[in-house]
Each structure stands twice: as C-alpha cells, then as structure tokens.
C-alpha cells in the first residue's frame, strides 16, 4: 500500500543513501519474476537489518501489507520516483583518465536513470577521441556544452588540482549536482550538493575492518612441557 505523497517528507539522507540498494534489490527480484518479497527476504537481499528497512520504507508512505509483504514492482517504481529516476538525468564526465574513461564506458547508467551527454579533457591528445560513442570535447567548451546539452550533473575525476576550479565552472553555470571522485574537498556554495567517492578511503576502511578482524584472532600459546 502507498500512501500519500504529502505524508514523504524530509526524508533523512541515510535513508535515502540506502534507497539505491532497495531498488537492485527489486529490481533483482523482479527480473527472477517475483510477485511480492517480505520486509525480512528485502532486507537481507539489501544487506540491512529488517527493522531498518521497515523504518526507512515509512518515510516514502509505503507499509507494505500485512501477511503479503511488498508488492515488488509498486515499491521499486515508488522508489525510483522517489530518486527522480522517472526521467533521465543529463550527465557531464570531466577528466578522462582511466577512471574517467572507466564511467564514460559503464553501461549501468543508462539503465538507471542517467544519460552522459558530454565527455570533456583538457589533454590535446585525448580531446578528439572517441569513447563510448562520443567525442571527447576541450574543458574550455565546458560553459556552452552544459547550456547547450542542459546538463544537470556534473562528474568530476580529474586530478585533485583541477578539480575545485571545474566544479566552480559547473556551479557558475547552473549545475547544482556533482559527484566528485577528485581525491579532495570541494568548497560549494549553499543549494550545491556534492557527493565525493574516494576509492583509497573505502579501501582504508576495508583494512581497518581487516585488521580488526586479525587482532581478534587470539594468539597460539606454546605448549607447556611437562617433565617426566
């Protein structure tokens, strides 16, 4: 059962950053052909505790229903409304380096909402090539390639010292949305969102989490001899 629109308010944003990994989930089970799924079955396919689900599900109005659970393709289109995946979102790629070329060739986001419409460099010898389709354009035509191509989000993976001044040029010309994969911090103005994925930080946190697990490991104790 989905509620009323007007009760999805304020949603928390770690509910939201969990709303992703609902959608592959039902999106999983629906491409298996399952019907309805039980807030435990979503919860362990998402990875979270049941409760949590349950609780994260009350912000969008969706309860489920009793004895039956979630419809499965209601909630993941609820979800992907919720997410503005109802439309496709123009996307910009800045820096087209290995990881930049890695996003520009990643087939998953145009099966999720999401359509890059420009590839930009300042490298001469990367500007003209063609990647995924797409020529490579120069970093100096960024202000009319996001008016002209109405780009809405801004990816910026270029080195760290270029970075801040991309995003400056994004912003200045309307872009509210960045996702940032420059190793930095970015200084935006209010009304700015920036997300940073830095690949070497998950990976800290992975070995912390590994080294945690290997001091909890007890240490073997030498046998003690016993004389005759």
Known sequence: MIADPAARRDVPDATV???????????DLAGRGVASVSSEELATAAGVRSAKLRKDLSHLGSYGVRGVGYE??????????????????PVAIVGLGYLGHALATYSGFANRGFHVVALLDRDPEVVGQEIAGMIVGTVDDLEQVVTGR??????????????????DRFVAVGVRSVLNFAPCVLSVPQGVDVRKVDLATELQILAFHEQRKTDSVPESRPLLEVSP
């Open 17 to 27: 950053a969990r709303l992703p990994e609902y959608l592959s989930a039902l999106t």
């Open 72 to 89: 499965v393709e209601v909630l993941a289109h609820e979800i992907s409304r919720q997410l503005g995946l109802a439309q496709n979102w």
């Open 150 to 167: 109405g780009v809405a989000i801004g990816v910026i993976a270029t080195p760290a010292a270029s970075a801040q001044e991309v995003c």
